[in-house]
C-alpha cells in the first residue's frame, strides 16, 4: 500500500464537476494510485470475480446511455490467454421497466 492514503473528501469544484476526467491531474493520480493499491489488496482471485461483473455494468450503462431496453455485442475471432475462442454475441436487455416509467 502507498505511504499516501487517498483522501476521499472532495472540494467543492470536484463536486460541481459532471465528471472525474474535469479533476486535476494531482486529484486523478491520487484516485488512481488509491484504486491500484486496493486491487493490489483484493489479489488476483478476488479480481477475477469482480471482472466479470464490471464488464456487465459496462454494457448496462451503455445501454442506459443510448436508450435501449437491449444492447448486442458482437465480438468477432476472439481469444483468451492466446487461444481462439471464436466468435461470441453477448445481450443485456432489461427485465423491468424504470421507476420514473409507468
Avoid: C, Y
Avoid at 6 to 23: G, H, M, V, Y
Wanted: aromatic content about 4%; cysteine-free.
Amino acid at each position: 500500500m502507498s505511504d499516501e492514503e487517498f483522501d476521499a473528501t472532495l472540494t467543492e469544484e470536484e463536486l460541481a464537476t459532471e465528471s472525474i476526467f474535469e479533476w486535476s491531474n494531482e486529484t486523478l493520480g491520487r484516485l488512481t494510485r488509491h484504486l491500484a493499491d486496493r486491487i493490489a489488496e483484493i489479489g488476483a482471485t478476488d479480481l477475477q470475480r469482480v471482472a466479470p461483473m464490471s464488464a456487465a455494468l459496462m454494457l448496462v450503462w451503455l445501454a442506459e446511455k443510448t436508450n435501449a431496453g437491449r444492447l448486442t455485442v458482437t465480438l468477432n475471432g476472439t481469444t483468451t490467454e492466446n487461444k481462439p475462442t471464436g466468435d461470441w454475441r453477448v445481450t443485456v436487455s432489461r427485465i423491468n421497466k424504470k421507476k420514473d416509467e409507468s
